[in-house]
């Protein structure tokens, strides 16, 4: 089992059907797992037995988790896939059942899972254990937030045109990145709706023009998919806002036909910023 879409599918597979004590085995001994987004900080899990820890720890009994609608991505790198995929996820505790968006980038060598950066709802599913207070008492307690280099500005691929756009407040620019008729989703932001059109668009970034407030790009990783319309990227937002730190991490998941966006889910987190708000109560309101 070389191919990384095996590996990801009895990742997959053995989550479904709870055999967490087995997963460890489909990571390298020197694994590197990352959760940028994680509560209340990102996480950063060095080696397969702080893999194996992970899986076999509280969660693992906390949550039934069977997933669905699974899209793999294969990129130019032929080491790496990008996975999108839902969770039907069910407290075992309250009973209660939610349905969660999933990203993950894999880098699979020889069989085994050697980094994976890994994106999940954890406010739908805090929300189903009733866990959204214990969600804000994280965030109040939390360190600040650290900073990395920022990436220098490039214009290479549409997605870099959208962020840097972001970041230099070329709202009135932006629109125009996308096809007059669009499909733009924001799966960690309870609420949103589905962005089809351009004029949608443009009244979508009217709030950001609003807001502007002015951060720069960190971190940028962009992925081409094998399908030659398909575009991934990871970045982080940063910079000060009343007085803080702050920092965004996104994953987008693009599809650019004749230059434009015709599709796009936009991973950001929604969560990590109302909890460096203290709104999170307002945005679990929204689910």
Do not use: C
Request: proline share 5%; charged share 25%; glycine share 10%.
């Amino acid at each position: 089992m070389t191919n990384p879409r095996d590996v990801f599918a009895a990742l997959s597979d053995g989550i479904s059907e709870g055999r967490f004590g087995e997963l460890s085995a489909l990571y390298a001994e020197d694994t590197v797992v990352e959760h940028p987004q994680a509560v209340p900080r990102p996480t950063r899990l060095d080696g397969r037995a702080a893999v194996h820890e992970r899986f076999t720890g509280v969660l693992a009994g906390a949550v039934r988790l069977k997933r669905k609608n699974v899209v793999v991505h294969e990129t130019t790198d032929p080491e790496v896939i990008v996975a999108e995929y839902d969770y039907d996820a069910e407290s075992v505790e309250t009973g209660r059942t939610t349905t969660t968006a999933n990203i993950q980038v894999l880098r699979i060598r020889d069989g085994l899972i050697v980094h994976s950066r890994d994106y999940h709802d954890y406010l739908r599913l805090a929300a189903i254990r009733d866990g959204v207070g214990q969600l804000a008492g994280a965030y109040e307690q939390a360190p600040p937030r650290e900073l990395s280099a920022v990436t220098p500005e490039s214009a290479d691929t549409v997605l870099e045109r959208l962020v840097f756009g972001v970041a230099g407040g070329r709202w009135d620019e932006l629109p125009e990145l996308y096809a007059e008729e669009t499909h733009v989703t924001h799966p960690f932001l309870p609420g949103s709706a589905v962005i089809r059109t351009r004029d949608e668009i443009r009244e979508h970034f009217q709030a950001g023009k609003a807001m502007n407030p002015g951060f720069a790009v960190a971190d940028l990783v962009t992925y081409r998919g094998t399908d030659p319309e398909v575009l991934i990227g990871e970045f982080a937002y940063q910079g000060e806002y009343a007085g803080k730190p702050v920092r965004i991490a996104n994953i987008f998941s693009m599809r650019v036909r004749d230059g434009l966006v015709v599709e796009s889910r936009d991973y950001g987190d929604h969560l990590g910023i109302a909890g460096d708000l203290g709104t999170i109560p307002a945005l679990a309101a929204k689910l």
